[in-house]
Nanobody, 119 residues
Framework: QVQLVESGGGLVQPGGSLRLSCAAS????????MGWYRQAPGKQRELVAD???????NYADSVKGRFTISRDRAKNTVYLQMNSLKPEDTAVYYC?????????????WGQGTQVTVSS
């Protein structure tokens, strides 16, 4: 059984910072990419940032220069450092990973963590 467990969400004032963490555990043979998505009320889930198997990173235009994704491959963990947060960053943030558990490969998702940016 593979699990992705997120932590680090919460309430923060505009301009503040938060750091999200996501650890993958279970019977994992290979992890390819890891990343973060978010979904605000009434909106579709969107990519925030990802880290590919080759180590390259991609960011949504709306978070470039403010958010940084990093990954600890030894710990099967991905982080999202979020600075200069804005109210429009308010959403449920989901960790995603494309990985293989035995011979079964596919997308796995965390349960989500709420980030609320408000004064």
């Amino acid at each position: 059984q593979v699990q992705l467990v997120e932590s680090g969400g919460g309430l923060v004032q505009p301009g503040g910072s938060l750091r999200l963490s996501c650890a993958a555990s279970g019977s994992i043979s290979v992890i390819s990419g890891m990343g973060w998505y978010r979904q605000a009320p009434g909106k579709q889930r969107e990519l925030v940032a990802d880290n590919t198997s080759g180590g390259s990173t991609n960011y949504a235009d709306s978070v470039k220069g403010r958010f940084t994704i990093s990954r600890d491959r030894a710990k099967n963990t991905v982080y999202l450092q979020m600075n200069s947060l804005k109210p429009e960053d308010t959403a449920v943030y989901y960790c995603n990973s494309y990985l293989c558990s035995g011979v079964r490969c596919g997308d796995y998702w965390g349960q989500g963590t709420q980030v609320t940016v408000s004064s």
